[in-house]
């Protein structure tokens, strides 16, 4: 039982454009999000996360967007550099410090 | 400040043996989760355990289990091991409460 879906394994967008990655989920006890961002051979690091009470954050040029009702949220990655080429994972928890329920992962690759 | 150490880094097994893995979390984090990172299955929630007690766990096996110290590092042990055990196993760690976890590096498994 996936409750944390990303549907697209892979995305490619040049450099200087939006990647715009999406994930979906199904529980609805879900209240805190997270974007990971993993190379090859390192673990993955924290990018950037989003509560429940909020649609939207950014930091710098990425942004998260969620919609509650569609129990969607995406991350926007703008502009796209080369170095943004990596696996990106979508994780939500319910409640504070607890597990992490991960999505099987996106692989961006930024072209020149 | 170190990061998250993981050891072995790389290792093979053959099929029926067991294997020991170990983690050292970031100073002042006391809290350790395991994760199973496989091709198309994302990241796998094995168990998380905070102040030697194991708080949480996963949909795995009996034959995977762990062990937190009162230094706060971990060991994740797999026993009779199958080929579907080849796997990158990662650990992270967190603050009491935090939501985010920091990973290490992970120790790729592989099981002949």
């Known amino acids: 039982d996936q409750q944390v879906k990303q549907n697209s394994p892979s995305l490619s967008v040049q450099e200087g454009r939006i990647s715009i990655l999406n994930c979906d989920y199904t529980n609805s006890m879900f209240d805190y999000f997270l974007w990971y961002k993993k190379y090859p051979a390192e673990g993955p690091t924290f990018l950037i996360s989003?509560?429940?009470?909020?649609d939207k954050n950014e930091d710098g040029r990425f942004t998260v967007f969620l919609n509650k009702s569609a129990k969607h949220l995406s991350l926007h990655i703008v502009p796209s550099q080369p170095g943004d080429s990596a696996v990106y994972f979508c994780?939500?928890?319910?409640?504070?410090?607890?597990?992490?329920?991960f999505g099987t992962g996106t692989r961006l690759q930024v072209t020149l | 400040k170190a990061g998250v150490t993981q050891t072995p880094r790389y290792l093979i097994k053959t099929r029926g043996q067991q294997v020991t893995l170990s983690c050292s979390p970031i100073?002042?984090?006391?809290?350790v989760s395991w994760y199973q990172q496989t091709p198309g299955q994302g990241l796998q929630f094995l168990f998380e355990y905070f102040s030697e007690t194991q708080r949480n766990k996963g949909n795995f096996p009996g034959r995977f289990s762990g062990r937190q110290f009162s230094n706060s590092r971990s060991e994740m042990n797999v026993s009779t091991l199958e080929l579907g055990d080849s796997a990158l196993y990662l650990c992270?760690?967190?603050?009491?409460?935090?939501?985010?976890?920091?990973f290490g590096a992970g120790s790729r498994l592989t099981v002949l």
């Open positions: 989003i509560s429940s009470i909020k």
């Open positions: 100073s002042g984090h006391r809290s």
């Open positions: 992270a760690s967190r603050y009491t409460g935090a939501n985010v976890l920091t």
């Open positions: 994780a939500a928890s319910v409640g504070t410090a607890s597990k992490l329920t």
